[in-house]
C-alpha cells in the first residue's frame, strides 16, 4: 500500500500571514506561490508504519529519467533546472463536465482548503522509496466532473524544446504522453504528486505537477503535466508508439511477462548499491492487494 497519511498541515499553515486575513482572496486567483512549496508537510509522523527506508534525497533527485533533459540518468538533475515551472496551469478537456485551463496554485489551494492534501510513502516502480506529497487523481477528476462516457484519462507534458533540449531529438514522439484507464485513474493510489521530502518537487522529479502510479512500471508516471484528456477512446502513448512489442498501454509491474529484451522477475532496489543483491520483482509491484481486482478476468500477458 502506498502509506498514505494526512497532511498535517491546517490552511493557517500554508497561508501566508497577509493572505490568511484577507479570507476573501482564497478563492480568487492567487499566483505565485511555488506551486509544491506552498503545501509544507511536517516529517514526524506518529502513525508511521512502514518499513521500507525511503531513498535519500541525493538518490531520487540525483538518478532520473526524464528523456526532456537526456537520456543518461544523470542528465536531469544536470539540465532539469532550465526549466520555467510559475506559472503553470493545466488544461482538463475531453469528456469533462468543467473543462479549462486551471491554474496550478488555484488548484493546489482548493486542495489545502478541502483537505485533500496527503503524504504517501510509495515504493515506485523503478525501485525507489519516496515520500511524496500530493493529491489524489481522484479529487482532482471529481472536481472537473467526469462525463459518463469517459473510460480513460490521458495525460500530455509540456512542450517546449527552448528549455528542454530532448525535444529537438526524435528518440520519443513528444510531447510525452501517457494515459490510464479510468477505473486506474480513479484507485487512490493514483497520485498526483507536487512535493517529496517536504517541499516542491525538484525539477528533475516532475516539478511542478507529476502523476504517480505505484504498481505500474515507471514510464506511466509521467512528469510535468499540462494537459489531462478524458476520452472514450484508449489513448497512444509515447512509449509504445515508440515500440510496442516493448511497451503495452497497461505496464502493470508483473515478474510473469519478460520485456522482450531482459527478464523481469528480479530487481535491484536504487541507491542499496551495486552489491545489493537482486530481490523478486512483486506482482503490481506489491501493490496487489489494492490493485488486482481492477484487472480480474483480464490475461495480463496480452494486456502487458
Ligand atoms: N515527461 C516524462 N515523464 C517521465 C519520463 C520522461 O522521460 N518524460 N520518464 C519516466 C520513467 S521511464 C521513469 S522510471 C520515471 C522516473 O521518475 P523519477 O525520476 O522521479 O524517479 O519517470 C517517468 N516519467
Ligand atoms: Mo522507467
Redesign the pocket.
Known amino acids: 500500500m502506498a502509506y498514505r497519511y494526512k497532511s498535517d498541515l491546517s490552511i493557517r499553515d500554508v497561508t501566508p500571514e497577509s493572505f490568511f486575513i484577507n479570507r476573501r482572496k482564497l478563492t480568487l486567483g492567487f499566483s505565485a506561490m511555488a506551486a509544491g512549496g506552498l503545501v509544507g508537510f511536517n516529517t514526524a509522523n506518529s502513525e508511521e508504519a512502514v518499513t521500507e527506508t525511503p531513498n535519500t534525497l541525493e538518490e ?1 533527485s540525483g538518478y ?5 533533459f537526456g537520456t543518461g540518468k544523470g542528465d ?1 538533475a544536470k539540465y532539469a533546472g532550465a526549466l520555467t515551472t510559475e506559472p503553470w496551469s493545466v488544461k482538463i478537456d475531453g469528456m469533462v463536465e468543467n473543462p479549462g485551463e486551471y491554474s496550478l496554485s488555484d488548484l493546489l489551494k482548493k486542495m489545502v482548503l478541502e483537505d485533500r492534501i496527503y503524504r504517501f510513502r510509495c515504493v ?1 516502480a ?1 525501485s ?1 522509496v519516496i515520500p511524496w506529497r500530493g493529491f489524489e487523481l481522484a479529487d482532482l477528476l471529481e472536481f472537473v466532473g467526469v462525463k459518463k462516457e469517459t473510460k480513460y484519462v490521458a495525460f500530455e ?1 509540456l512542450l517546449r524544446p527552448e528549455e528542454m533540449w530532448g525535444q529537438k531529438k526524435n528518440y520519443l514522439d513528444w510531447p ?1 504522453r501517457e494515459g490510464l484507464r479510468l477505473d486506474e485513474a480513479l484507485h487512490p493510489l493514483s497520485i498526483m504528486a507536487t512535493g517529496l521530502y517536504g517541499k516542491a518537487l525538484p525539477n ?3 516539478a511542478p505537477i ?1 502523476l504517480v502510479v505505484p504498481w505500474k512500471y ?2 506511466k ?4 503535466i499540462v494537459r489531462i484528456t478524458l476520452m472514450e477512446e484508449q489513448p497512444r502513448t509515447s512509449w509504445s508508439i515508440a515500440n510496442p512489442r516493448e511497451y503495452g498501454f497497461y505496464s502493470n509491474v508483473n515478474p510473469a511477462v519478460d520485456h522482450p529484451r531482459w527478464s523481469q522477475a528480479s530487481e535491484r532496489k536504487i541507491g542499496s548499491g551495486f552489491v545489493a543483491k537482486r530481490q523478486p520483482t512483486l506482482p503490481f509491484n506489491g501493490y496487489g492487494k489494492e490493485v488486482a481486482s481492477l484487472y480480474e478476468g483480464m490475461d495480463l500477458q496480452a494486456f502487458y
Do not use: C, D, L, V
Open positions: 531520487i532520473n529519467n526524464y528523456y526532456e536531469p515506485e523503478w525507489m507534458t510525452y528533475q522529479n516532475g507529476r515507471g514510464f508516471s509521467i512528469k510535468s
